[in-house]
């Protein structure tokens, strides 16, 4: 299914089921989220990050509960609210599908492969450089608007709604000055200290313009949006 510039798909896929899934687990949930930015000059498309994750459920209730909680339980997935709740009802619809299934009665358990791709067009007149930063930057400003957006919902007062904007605001700043780079070799192996996964080679990182740390490009967001500072040297 796609819409606009993501395109996500659920699927069953028996291979996914780990050897050593203890007794009584019902379900695992494989998630598979790359960003990709299709070149202008040329028929491929530049991978800036792919990231796997796995979920084992001991019950199918307590699969539907956090499958139905969002994709946002990983740090390293910066979605819209938008497209998150339209991939969640359809990974749930999918897993009550694969229920009724009587093919799937006997099953050790239900295993549902999920994929998320986060795609970018790079424009006629748009460098390479260039459609890479907006890939991450056009993410990041759709979660601060339904961030913004969160705040009017939930009633808060006008003075919390307006510490919200300058907050945004430096946000927003923060993200024209990055920087957007394969990873050095010299990051290689270490964890990034938002999510705590470790960089792999060939993925885009976004290093602070202050001091040159470097992060996830999709971690980059929650580091600002949390503190708005560099989690290793505190530099802002």
Not at 119 to 124: I, P, Y
Request: net charge negative.
């Amino acid at each position: 299914m796609e819409d606009g510039r993501y395109v996500y798909s659920c699927r069953q896929d028996d291979s996914i089921i780990p050897d050593n899934l203890p007794e009584g687990y019902k379900g695992v949930v494989n998630l598979w989220f790359r960003r990709e930015v299709e070149r202008a000059c040329c028929d491929d498309v530049l991978v800036l990050d792919s990231y796997r994750e796995q979920r084992v459920f001991s019950k199918v209730e307590n699969m539907e509960m956090v499958l139905g909680s969002g994709l946002s339980l990983s740090t390293r997935v910066t979605l819209p609210r938008r497209i998150e709740d339209l991939i969640t009802e359809k990974l749930l619809s999918f897993a009550n599908s694969m229920l009724k299934n009587p093919k799937n009665t006997d099953k050790k358990a239900l295993p549902i492969a999920v994929e998320v791709v986060v795609r970018t067009l790079q424009g006629s007149m748009e460098n390479e450089q260039e459609a890479i930063a907006r890939s991450f930057t056009e993410s990041a400003e759709a979660v601060l608007t339904d961030f913004l957006q969160a705040i009017i919902e939930e009633d808060h007062p006008e003075e919390d709604y307006q510490e919200a904007l300058e907050h945004v605001s430096a946000v927003r700043s923060k993200f024209k000055a990055v920087e957007y780079i394969t990873v050095p070799d010299s990051y290689l192996g270490k964890h990034c200290m938002f999510c705590n996964d470790k960089f792999s080679k060939g993925v885009f990182v976004a290093r602070m313009p202050v001091c040159s740390h470097v992060y996830h490009g999709d971690c980059f967001l929650g580091v600002l949006v949390l503190g708005e500072s560099c989690r290793i040297c505190l530099a802002s």
